[in-house]
Structures are given as C-alpha cells and as structure tokens.
C-alpha cells in the first residue's frame, strides 16, 4: 500500500480507513492513523466496549507516529469520549492530533471544527484509494467476519483421505520413537519445498507437514521460513494448513499465518489467525508472544527475526510499511 497519499480532508480519511486498516470498520470503534515525517506509520483498529470505564492507547502507537488521526465509528455519545481521552492521552507523550472525526450512518463530525449538528454527508462511489488497492492487488475486506472466514474449515477438511493420511502420520510417530527424526527431516524437507511451489500441497504432504509442524525443530525452521522466504507464498501455505487441520493440530499452523501475516504488515489476517486456535490450546507461547506484540500495535520491523528460544520482542525504533489491524 502507499503510504504517502495526502490525507488532508476529512473525506479523504474516511475513504483510506478501509484500505490502512485493511476491512471497513464496524461500530463502536476507533481507529488512529499515525505518521511521522510526513508518511504514515500505522494504522489500528480499537473495539470499544460501551462497559469500559477507561481506555488505553497501545505503546507502539505513541512509538510510531508524531501526530495521529482519530476516526471513531458509531453513536456519537459512544465514540467522541473515547476520543477526546485518546486525543489527551497521546497528548500526554507528545503526539499531535491532527484531524479528529466520527463516522455515523453515512454522516461525519470533525470534532477539530464546528459541524453542523447533524453532520456532514460523506460522498459516495469510489474513492482513489479503491482503484489504488485493486490496481495494486491489496485485498479490503467487508467486515471482520469475512477475514474470520479466511481459516474456516476448508469443504475437504474431514475427507476420508485427509483424515486417513493425518492418522497415519500421527500413529508412525506414536509406534516407533526413531520415527520422530525422520518425520522432522522429511518436515523440513516438505516445508522448503512447499513454500516455493506454486501449487499448494496435496493431502499427503498438507497431512505429513501438518503433524511434522507439531515438532518443535520443524515449527522454527517454518518461523525461520517466514522470515526470510516467499511472504505470499507462506501465509498462503499456512492458511491452507489451518484450513485443513483438526483442532488439536491447528496452533502451528495457525501461529505460523499469523507471523507471516503480522510481519508483512496485515495485523487484521493475524488477529483471526489466532483466533483460529482451539480454546485448549491457547496457551502456546510464541501465540502469546504474538498476542502482546498486537495488542500493543507493535511495529514489525521494531521486532529482530525469530530465533529458537529466543522470545519475540521490541528492541528497535520504528520504520517501514504501514500494518494494518
């Protein structure tokens, strides 16, 4: 996405939001652009809960932007206190608010002027974003629901072939311990191959690599992968393979697209990608580690390439593309 349209009208925000965050935005919610040196940073999504008593402004936000751009999406009694405390709050660290709206029903308040008291009409029909993003191939999607949608059980989950290759892949490595070695040797094998075929895999290699991937030498070899491979060609072989995966070999997979997703800027795939994982196995660490990094709205390129054993932290200042979430 380019990262250096002029947002200077209200209109022009309201059209980009989709795009930067990557989904059109459902109420009650805020989002926040961040730039910096006149390009922009980041741009997040905040689900407000009507119940909360307090908001927080994630630390990568303050991080990555110099001033902000406030757009929050509902009610105005809801979304303008939000707001305003989010605008004092970055305030408070030295963060500009440069343009603060809310979006209601077709109708807009700029809270930085006086608007009239029953808003203003947004335009409709394109906007030069949405002929940006097909042109550029960028996906926008509806809602939060059709991202969800993206790591749904695939129609030939449960094929009897499917469920017979799975099991015949679990019950070697169940039956004879030495067979541990050769399933991560031939994983690792099945995993470099994978991510430069053009063509995903079948169900022998998708049941052999998925069971290979519950093998610790094997899932950071595919963390590796991600760092430095094919970005395209991974999240997609991970999506696949969460598709495919029962619920209690889903995690790897399913952590695996959210690293590929979240390092190449689309905070949005990653957050369902997580939540593709099984409620019992939810306590996996690199998906924790995964979790606190977006909940923050850390930047990716603050955080240095995986490495086995080590956890995945901020250690640098930002820069680079703009991730969507």
Known sequence: MNTHFNLDTPETVIAAVPHLIGFHPKPPTLVIIGRKDNKITIACSLDLDTGEEAISVP???????????????????????????????????????DLALIVHEGRYWDLSADSPGDGIAIPAGPSVFDTVAVAGGVQTFPSREAISALF???????????????????????????????LAAEGIQLLHKAVHDTDLPGVDVTARLTVALTLPVVRDAAMTV?????????????????????PDLRTAPAVLA????????????????????????????????????????????TVPAYEPGQPLTRTRRSSGDVPKG
Not at 62 to 85: F, H
Not at 154 to 180: F, G
Request: aromatic share 4%; hydrophobic share 50%.
């Open 258 to 301: 959210a690293y590929s997703a979240w390092r190449g800027g689309a905070g949005h795939i990653a957050v369902a990608a997580l939540a593709a994982i099984d409620d019992e196995h939810r306590d996996d660490p690199i998906a924790e580690q995964l979790q606190r990094l977006m909940d923050d709205a850390v930047h990716p390129t």
């Open 59 to 97: 630390e990568g936000i303050i991080d990555a932007s110099a001033s902000v751009l406030l757009i929050g999406y509902g009610l105005r009694e809801v979304t303008e206190p939000v707001a305003l405390a989010v605008a004092f709050l970055v305030g408070l660290d030295n963060v500009t608010v």
């Open 152 to 182: 749904a059980p695939a129609a030939d989950a449960n094929d009897p072939a499917m469920s017979a290759a799975l099991a015949a892949a679990q019950d070697e490595v169940k039956a004879n311990p030495d067979a541990l070695d050769r």
């Open 226 to 246: 991600v760092d430095s491979g094919p970005r395209r060609a991974c999240e997609d072989l991970w999506i696949h393979l969460v598709r495919h995966a029962p």
